[in-house]
């Protein structure tokens, strides 16, 4: 398996000010860093209380056409595919975006402003794998002549075929690195066209759209300011594609070919992705051997009960191994003619696997992790010599310095062993 990159955040704030695109409203902009696996969180602090959406497509609505928008309860924020394509195309998993009004600001039309505030304000890597979409097969949407397809591949790669009436077609395809996204995507302006304009106008949106953030285009397909790439259309259409893909809060490793699709066709392509299943469990992670484990846990020979760690998700879950040898030194004296892995020293491997985690998302130097309390312990076959337990365990309550902890232990595809249990931290 590949080695995720570290999530990141940004390293200082930033403010930008503006007015947004769809309402015309002024607007005060100031991004934040946040912890590791918080994800992108909009908080609207001219609301009493300072309500806060996190992007996520369970909470994208349709408020608005021609844009993205999301809410959380009575709380919306519209036009936030600008911004999301800047910090999903920079890798910023995770900031707070506050905003004293209910949309972003339009700036010149392109992400690229927001790609310079963000690299002035530089980035920093936190300790927790990044997320990915990662497929093992392709999956697709499509809708009369709309279609979205994302092909298994070993990093990010867009192509997008775009075509109107008043336009030539457009097809594009780009690899996208933070790189190559600040220099090729993010510099793309939102278009319109001439003879839509009076039509947008009657559905209240475009208030703050102007001929300085908006290409217009004539009847000819003339555009009102020089391009900034004479491919400049099908650019806009990628950038807004990956904003749109962040809904997910992680971009797919993947090949995504998008022919004639928008906003709305987007976000039910994310949607239709969760309920694949394709947004589960989708941290890629190598396995951390024993001595790296040691790194975390005080255990030692022969009290260590992990031998390495195949699988994890930061405060969520985790897979460990731990084989089982004939010269373990419990054998000597437990039923030596018919060795038996006592019980408890299975929920031991469950707990010192849960410590490792726990310690590693929210310990403090210093601390370890103790038992505190162990309940439906059930013993369903025995481990003897020659076993591989798997061992799962899976975060069910997290506090500042408790995990209340489900733990299953795998002979094969036989349940050996299951228990709740509570680990705490404390120092030395």
């Given at each position: ?9 940004i ?8 007015t947004?695109l ?10 934040k860093?946040?912890p590791?696996?918080?994800?992108i ?20 609505a349709?408020?608005?056409p ?8 009575d ?9 999301l ?13 506050e905003l004293?009004a209910?949309?972003p ?9 927001y790609?310079?505030n963000i ?6 890597s936190?300790e ?7 497929l093992?097969?392709?999956?697709s949407?499509s809708?009369?002549?709309r279609?979205?397809v994302?092909?298994?591949?070993d ?6 075929v775009?075509?109107?009436?008043q ?30 304009i ?7 949106i ?19 300011t020089p391009?900034?790439?004479d ?5 806009h259409?990628?950038?807004?594609l990956?904003g ?15 022919m ?17 299943g ?20 005080p255990h ?17 879950r ?5 084989n089982v ?7 000597e004296?437990?039923f030596p ?5 006592p ?5 031991e491997a469950?707990a010192?696997?849960?410590a490792?985690?726990?310690?590693r ?5 210093g601390?370890l992790?103790y038992?505190r309390?162990?309940?439906?312990a059930?013993?369903r076959?025995?481990v ?15 506090r500042s ?7 299953r232990?795998?002979v094969?595809?036989e ?10 931290l404390?120092?030395?």
């Open positions: 398996m590949e080695k995720a990159d570290s999530q990141q955040t390293q200082n704030e930033i403010t930008m000010t503006g947004g769809m309402l015309g409203q002024p607007v005060t902009l100031t991004l860093p946040a590791e696996d918080s994800g969180v909009f908080r609207r602090v001219d609301i009493d209380g300072s309500p806060e959406v996190k992007v996520s497509q369970e909470n994208w349709d408020i608005l021609r844009c993205t928008s999301l809410r959380s309860g709380t919306t924020v519209s036009s936030v595919e600008h911004i394509s800047a910090l999903g195309g920079l890798g910023v998993d995770n900031a707070i975006v004293d209910p949309e600001p339009g700036l010149d039309g392109s992400a690229l402003p790609i310079k690299q002035t304000a530089g980035l920093v936190q927790a794998p990044r997320h990915v979409i990662a093992t097969e392709p999956f949407l809708s009369g002549d279609q979205l994302l092909l298994p591949a990093a990010l790669e867009v192509t997008f775009y075509a109107h009436p336009t030539t077609p457009q097809i594009a395809t780009f690899k996208i690195t933070p790189e190559s996204y600040a220099s090729d995507i993010a510099p793309a302006r939102s278009f319109c066209f001439e003879n839509e009076e039509a947008l106008k009657a559905l209240g475009g208030k703050g759209a102007s001929y300085d953030n908006v290409l217009v285009i004539d009847a000819a397909g003339e555009p009102s391009l900034r790439f491919d400049e259309f099908v650019r259409k990628i950038l807004d990956i749109d893909l962040y809904l997910a809060g992680h971009l797919p490793k993947a090949h995504v070919i998008a004639r699709t928008g906003h709305t066709f987007h976000a039910e392509f994310v949607q239709a992705l969760a309920e694949a394709h947004l589960e469990r989708t941290l890629v992670q190598e396995p951390i051997e024993v001595m790296d484990i040691y790194e975390v846990l030692r020979h022969p009290m260590c009960m992990v031998d390495r760690v195949i699988e994890y998700e930061s405060k969520k985790a897979v460990g191994i731990k040898t004939y010269n373990e030194p419990i054998f004296g437990h003619t018919r060795p038996v892995m019980g408890v020293l299975q929920i469950l010192q696997l849960a490792w985690l726990v310690l998302d929210i310990g403090k130097e601390e992790g038992f309390s162990i309940s439906k059930t013993f076959r025995a003897v010599p020659g076993d591989q337990l798997r061992l799962e365990i899976e975060v069910a309550q997290l310095r408790l995990a209340r902890i489900e733990g232990v795998y094969g595809d349940l050996a062993t299951e228990a709740e249990l509570s680990i705490v404390a120092s030395v």
